[in-house]
Each structure stands twice: as C-alpha cells, then as structure tokens.
C-alpha cells in the first residue's frame, strides 16, 4: 500500500503531537511553520544573562506527554525530564493573608484548615468531587471527538448522563463556590482556576470545580531546562523519527479538489498532500487558508477566551519568599473579569502572577538575581489602545507587588521585555490573542467548540487550542491524539 502523506500546518504543541503520532503510524508527515522556531505559544528567549519562558507557564499531567515518547517507541529519559513540585504555588492576599498550597492533598487540606475558616473535612470532600466529576466526563468531553456518533453510544458517556445532576451545570463556578466555602479568600483561590481555560468564574458552569483536581491529583512539575524543554523534546523526538519540518514557511492556502484536501500552496508553491492537518488557528484557518469555502460563522464568532498582558523583568534581587510560581490576588475578583470579558476600562488593583523558574533552572538569571515571568489576565485584542494600558498596568502591577512585598521593585528592574494580546496574535496567529481560542462562558461551550473534522471536506482536521477539546498543553495534546485517531480510522 502507498505511504500517504500528510501536511500539518503549525509547529505548536498539538501540531507536534499530531506529526509524532501519525509518523509512528506510518505516514509520511511534513509539517509547515511560518515561524523561525517550532513551539507556538510555547517558547522562550534569552537577553542580557536572562531565559525567560515566553508562554504556558504551569506543566500538569506530563503522562500525556511520556505517551508521546511511548508512541515513537523512544526513551524518554534521552530526550527530557522533570520533577515534581512540593508547593504548587504560593498566595498573596491584600489582607496579608499568604498561604503555601501544597501537592500533598492531605497537607494541603491541613494547611488550608489553618489559613482559612474551613474544616480539612470540608476541603477533602471538595477535591473528591472535583476528581469525580473529571472521572465522569474526561472520557466524553477530552479523549474523544464529540461530533462522532459512536462517542454518544459508551458506557462513559450513558455513566455521565445518569450523574448529570452532580455535574453542576446550571450554577457558575463562583456560586457553587461560594455555597461550599464562607471564607472569601477560598472562594477566590478556588474561582482562579477558571483562568485555566481563559474563563470567567463568574459566568463558566459550575463543572469547572474539576479543574483543580489536575492540578491537585496529578501535580505541577518544572522541566529540566524550563518550559520551553517540552516543546523542543517533541521537536528533537518528531525529527529523530523522521517527521520533515518547514520552518520560517508561510502556507498560504489549504488545496481542495472534488470536496477533498489535495494538500497546500505555501510560499506561492504547491505541494500535495493525502491529508492536510490545521494547527493553526481556526478563525485564520477559514479567513485565511479556506477562502472560498463556508465558514461555521457560529462558531468562529463566538466571544474569545481572555489573553495575557505578560512583563518579563530581570530583577537584582532574590526574594525568599517567592518560589517559581506566585499569585498575588485582586481586592476586587469581580470587577477584573467584568474588565476581562466586559472590555471595561483598565482595572487597577490586577491579580498577578509571577514565576521564576531561575529557582529550579539556575541559568536562567545572573548569580543573586531573577527573571520573572510576570502576567496579569486581560481582554483579548479588538482595537485597544494597548500603549496606554500597558503603561498603566505596569504602574498598576509594580505598585500592587511592592507593596505586597514591602520593597519597592521598580528599582530592581533592570531588564524589560512586553508582550501583549497584539503582539500574541500577530507571533502566534491565535485569533484576537486570545489564549484558549473560545471562552468557556457557557454550559454549552464544549459542544460549540470546531470540530476535529471538516464534514464537508474529506481529509482534513483540525487540532490545537481553538478547536475541540480546548487550550492548555494537557488539552492541546489530547486534541493531537483526537486527530490521529481520527484519521488512523478513516483509513482503515
């Protein structure tokens, strides 16, 4: 039988996923980057003695990632390693209230006993339903394609239908909170984690709870050689078993013939191709690449997920206290993701986060000095005067830590680099720089989200963070795993 080839268009972390699978199935894979490096979002870069991670900041779920390394039949010990972290990260309220969330759930719920006016019985009881409500969906909604018939006819998904009423899908996120926990503080802790899917507490359905059982199940870990290490692995591991890669290659055009993806026209050459794989972004894929084809304009016109106003900062200084991954929470939650999702004017007392992972990868920052990778959530990118906000949230930010940390640290700053929802759409192609693709706003969200497939179009997906399951390395991984089933079976 002929070797079909395939294109994936995007060097991100699914687009990587994707080329490792389908090349240990066999296929001939190439893959088309307009970038000068593979990664997308997820890369870095190094000035003046300093390495900062450029984007996904929190590592979870690595067997997602050793499975890759299982697939290509490759050790993963060759390519990269990583360790767990005894605190996942550390908290700052304007109270003054700081609390250390542990990995071990045991001591965490101790902790927060300690802290917080909650009983460990009660936090316990919270995690466990947050494990089982992941145990009950992860099944229908994250490993599989939710646009195929034979996904609706599992035991899992009939288990899920019957438990539906545990699911709390008819309440937000901070209301189910809010009835489990009295203290503010936990609330909000708890709340945060609809950041993970650039949601808002206030509007995701309450089955968002689960998230946090990722987090506190399956731990964070930082990479040997920081974030960055993951994606260039599964680059080293795509090359190693023969996967060709087009870097700094504009694809132009997605070919189709007779209602079929006959392959690409990049850089004004075309090249053809048995099936065509889109890691791009799905609102540019359709803009851009698929012009004279019907777009899903439901779908491509649904409200972004939140995007990212990051600072990375060499600081002159080495601060105890803050261990790579850091939050420093907002007075008012409430009134910054009205700001986030609402596009109201700059919110002033920002939730911020700060990582440092000099810490765990020591040349990453000159001796007695740190890099932060410090970031606050903000609307994604419709026209905004981002000079004026930038300006202002830096102010907002360096006023805010400082005196969280009693020292002034706008004197510690000696190196800056800004990266904005402008900049992220115009480096990454993400559509408005939103992080996650679509928001999660919506108890329907799951089921709004682009298919894998193109019905109309024979042999070509799509994979990535805009389409099913959704954004965030786990996810993005899944999504890879998701397409070369797809196609695996298709071809059988």
């Given at each position: 039988?002929?070797?079909?080839?395939?294109?994936?268009?995007?060097?991100?972390?699914?687009?990587?996923?994707?080329?490792?699978?389908?090349?240990?199935?066999?296929?001939?894979?190439?893959?088309?980057?307009?970038?000068?490096?593979?990664?997308?979002?997820?890369?870095a870069f190094s000035a003046e003695g300093y390495r900062f991670d450029m984007g996904p900041s929190l590592f979870t779920m690595?067997?997602?990632?050793?499975?890759?390394?299982?697939?290509?039949?490759?050790?993963?010990?060759?390519?990269?390693?990583?360790?767990?972290?005894?605190?996942?990260?550390?908290?700052?309220?304007?109270?003054?209230?700081?609390?250390?969330?542990?990995?071990?759930?045991?001591?965490?719920?101790?902790?927060?006993?300690?802290?917080?006016?909650?009983?460990?019985?009660?936090?316990?009881?919270?995690?466990?339903?947050?494990?089982?409500?992941?145990?009950?969906?992860?099944?229908?909604?994250?490993?599989?394609?939710?646009?195929?018939?034979?996904?609706y006819l599992s035991k899992d998904t009939l288990k899920a239908i019957f438990n539906i009423n545990s699911l709390d899908l008819?309440?937000?996120?901070?209301?189910?909170?809010?009835?489990?926990?009295?203290?503010?503080?936990?609330?909000?802790?708890?709340?945060?984690?609809?950041?993970?899917?650039?949601?808002?507490?206030?509007?995701?359905?309450?089955?968002?709870?689960?998230?946090?059982?990722?987090?506190?199940?399956?731990?964070?870990?930082?990479?040997?050689?920081?974030?960055?290490?993951?994606?260039?692995?599964?680059?080293?591991?795509?090359?190693?078993?023969?996967?060709?890669?087009?870097?700094?290659?504009?694809?132009?055009?997605?070919?189709?013939?007779?209602?079929?993806?006959?392959?690409?026209?990049?850089?004004?050459?075309?090249?053809?191709?048995?099936?065509?794989?889109?890691?791009?972004?799905?609102?540019?894929?359709?803009?851009?690449?698929?012009?004279?084809?019907?777009?899903?304009?439901?779908?491509?016109?649904?409200?972004?997920?939140?995007?990212?106003?990051?600072?990375?900062?060499?600081?002159?200084?080495?601060?105890?206290?803050?261990?790579?991954?850091?939050?420093?929470?907002?007075?008012?939650?409430?009134?910054?993701?009205?700001?986030?999702?609402?596009?109201?004017?700059?919110h002033h007392d920002p939730t911020v986060y700060i990582n440092i992972t000099s810490k765990d990868v020591p040349k990453d920052?000159?001796?007695?000095?740190?890099?932060?990778?410090?970031?606050?959530?903000?609307?994604?990118?419709?026209?905004?005067?981002?000079?004026?906000?930038?300006?202002?949230?830096?102010?907002?930010?360096?006023?805010?830590?400082?005196?969280?940390?009693?020292?002034?640290?706008?004197?510690?700053?000696?190196?800056?680099?800004?990266?904005?929802?402008?900049?992220?759409?115009?480096?990454?192609?993400?559509?408005?720089?939103?992080?996650?693709?679509?928001?999660?706003?919506?108890?329907?969200?799951?089921?709004?989200?682009?298919?894998?497939?193109?019905?109309?179009?024979?042999?070509?997906?799509?994979?990535?963070?805009?389409?099913?399951?959704?954004?965030?390395?786990?996810?993005?991984?899944?999504?890879?795993?998701?397409?070369?089933?797809?196609?695996?079976?298709?071809?059988?």
């Amino acid at each position: 039988m002929k070797q079909q080839k395939v294109i994936v268009i995007g060097a991100g972390i699914s687009g990587l996923a994707t080329s490792i699978r389908l090349r240990s199935q066999g296929y001939d894979v190439s893959v088309f980057e307009a970038n000068s490096y593979p990664g997308g979002k997820l890369t870095a870069f190094s000035a003046e003695g300093y390495r900062f991670d450029m984007g996904p900041s929190l590592f979870t779920m690595p067997q997602f990632v050793e499975e890759l390394f299982k697939v290509a039949d490759k050790p993963i010990s060759d390519y990269f390693e990583y360790k767990k972290k005894e605190v996942v990260c550390n908290y700052f309220y304007e109270d003054g209230t700081t609390f250390s969330a542990l990995a071990d759930e045991e001591k965490f719920a101790e902790q927060a006993a300690k802290t917080f006016e909650v009983d460990e019985a009660t936090v316990l009881n919270y995690l466990h339903r947050s494990k089982s409500k992941y145990d009950l969906t992860a099944s229908l909604f994250l490993e599989k394609s939710l646009h195929k018939t034979s996904t609706y006819l599992s035991k899992d998904t009939l288990k899920a239908i019957f438990n539906i009423n545990s699911l709390d899908l008819n309440t937000t996120l901070s209301n189910y909170n809010a009835k489990v926990f009295k203290d503010e503080r936990l609330q909000q802790f708890y709340n945060r984690f609809a950041t993970y899917n650039g949601s808002s507490p206030y509007q995701t359905p309450g089955i968002m709870s689960m998230i946090p059982h990722l987090e506190q199940y399956f731990g964070t870990y930082i990479p040997k050689g920081g974030m960055h290490q993951i994606s260039m692995s599964l680059y080293t591991l795509a090359q190693d078993i023969g996967v060709k890669f087009h870097l700094n290659t504009n694809v132009d055009e997605i070919l189709v013939e007779k209602s079929k993806a006959a392959g690409i026209i990049a850089n004004g050459k075309h090249i053809y191709a048995d099936i065509v794989v889109s890691n791009s972004d799905v609102v540019p894929t359709y803009r851009r690449l698929l012009k004279g084809h019907k777009a899903p304009e439901r779908i491509l016109k649904q409200p972004r997920s939140s995007s990212a106003l990051i600072f990375y900062w060499g600081i002159t200084r080495e601060f105890p206290e803050l261990d790579l991954h850091n939050i420093f929470f907002s007075k008012d939650y409430e009134t910054e993701f009205d700001y986030i999702f609402n596009k109201k004017e700059v919110h002033h007392d920002p939730t911020v986060y700060i990582n440092i992972t000099s810490k765990d990868v020591p040349k990453d920052a000159p001796d007695g000095c740190e890099n932060w990778f410090t970031m606050i959530n903000v609307p994604s990118n419709t026209g905004q005067d981002w000079g004026s906000i930038i300006k202002a949230a830096r102010q907002n930010i360096i006023t805010k830590v400082s005196r969280l940390l009693n020292e002034d640290i706008s004197k510690l700053i000696t190196y800056e680099a800004v990266l904005d929802p402008k900049s992220i759409e115009s480096k990454t192609q993400s559509y408005q720089g939103a992080l996650y693709g679509a928001s999660s706003n919506n108890k329907y969200a799951a089921f709004l989200r682009h298919p894998n497939f193109k019905q109309s179009i024979k042999n070509l997906y799509f994979c990535g963070g805009s389409v099913h399951p959704g954004g965030g390395i786990p996810l993005c991984l899944l999504s890879g795993k998701i397409v070369s089933e797809l196609i695996q079976k298709a071809n059988q």
